[in-house]
């Protein structure tokens, strides 16, 4: 999300921008008008399918294995598993 200053067109003092899920809002402190508008992040809109192939090493390290568990959403031995190609 880029940083822009949103100006309040009543007063002319920099409004105040909150964000609440994808909810994005502009306050104004002296007068309390608010903008509101929508805020999507690019990776959420993407649309596009992509895919991780991994490959097996002979001497697996404890990190590798880690890592794998973490991108797998399993435990350690199954991510062991996983490695070993079993």
């Known amino acids: 999300m880029s940083e822009n200053i949103v100006i309040c067109e009543k007063c002319g003092i920099d409004m105040q921008c909150y964000k609440n899920g994808h909810s994005l809002s502009w306050i ?35 990190k590798n294995i880690k890592l794998i568990a973490e991108v797998m959403n399993c435990n350690y031995i199954e991510a062991k598993n996983y490695e070993q190609g079993t």
């Open 28 to 62: 104004c402190n002296n007068r309390g008008n608010v903008v509101a508008t929508s805020y999507f992040e690019p990776y959420e809109t993407d649309m596009t399918t992509y895919y991780v192939y991994l490959t097996v090493e002979i001497q697996p390290t404890i």
